[in-house]
């Protein structure tokens, strides 16, 4: 089966498929395995990742032997996790509840002003990133290159919003200073709409205990989808 027919596939139940339909169109693949209704793709953007759709454990289970010597799995539903982690070490696992912004939902207009990033952004960015310990300059430049990174400016970048490997928006913050001032609202609505110009559906993973950030997503009109894991074994 081709790429193309892949993605029409998983275009069936786009929500839950969203995050594999970008990562295939905008990163090299390395490997497909296909079982039954389940697909199983690796690809290389950061680090070589496995992103897996299956609605069936027996399936899951056929797959699982060629997990073999992987590291990285990405958007794991839950029950996707035990099977994964089966007689093997875990290094990290972060864990989010995925949100999606509904096609006709209405967006009002955004305050304050966002421009494209630019490159020598990403340094700074991942200096402010509280998320280190998951991602790195390169990808950050990486993703302001081919992504759709927005910032707010003054004398300096105050507030920033990008797009991850699997088109999900990400990494916003605001520096402290400028916070309860509505500039991550006008973000990710205008993060909203470049996407929706794409024809691409807006979508979060945002942690559970973040409760800032998920009381913002639900302001803007996120709706809960489910919830996902990334995983990284030893």
């Excluded at 029950?79 to 990290?92: F, G």
């Excluded at 494209?116 to 430049?141: C, G, H, P, Q």
């Excluded at 916070?179 to 929706?196: P, Q, V």
């Amino acid at each position: 089966m081709d790429i193309d027919k892949i993605i029409d596939k998983l275009k069936e139940d786009e929500i839950k498929n969203v995050n594999m339909i970008n990562f295939i169109k905008d990163y090299p693949i390395e490997d497909i395995k296909i079982i039954g209704n389940s697909k199983l793709i690796k690809g290389k953007s950061d680090h070589s990742w496995n992103y897996i759709s299956s609605s069936s454990k027996e399936e899951f289970k056929k797959l699982n032997k060629y997990f073999e010597g992987e590291k990285y799995f990405a958007v794991v539903e839950d029950w996707m996790v035990p099977i994964i982690l089966k007689n093997k070490e875990l290094d990290w696992k972060l864990s989010c509840k995925k949100l999606y912004f509904p096609r006709e939902k209405y967006l009002p207009n955004e305050y304050y002003k966002a421009e494209n990033l630019r490159l020598k952004d990403a340094e700074y960015i991942y200096k402010n990133s509280k998320y280190k310990d998951f991602t790195s300059k390169e990808y950050i430049k990486e993703r302001i290159k081919k992504g759709n990174g927005l910032g707010i400016y003054e004398d300096r970048l105050i507030a920033w919003i990008l797009t991850h490997d699997d088109g999900a928006i990400g990494f916003i913050n605001v520096l402290d200073e400028y916070r309860k001032k509505g500039l991550g609202k006008d973000l990710t609505i205008s993060m909203i709409k470049k996407l929706r110009e794409l024809n691409k559906i807006p979508f979060v993973h945002i942690e559970e205990d973040n409760i800032k950030s998920m009381n913002l997503a639900k302001k803007v009109g996120f709706i809960e989808d489910r919830f996902v894991h990334w995983i990284k074994l030893k």
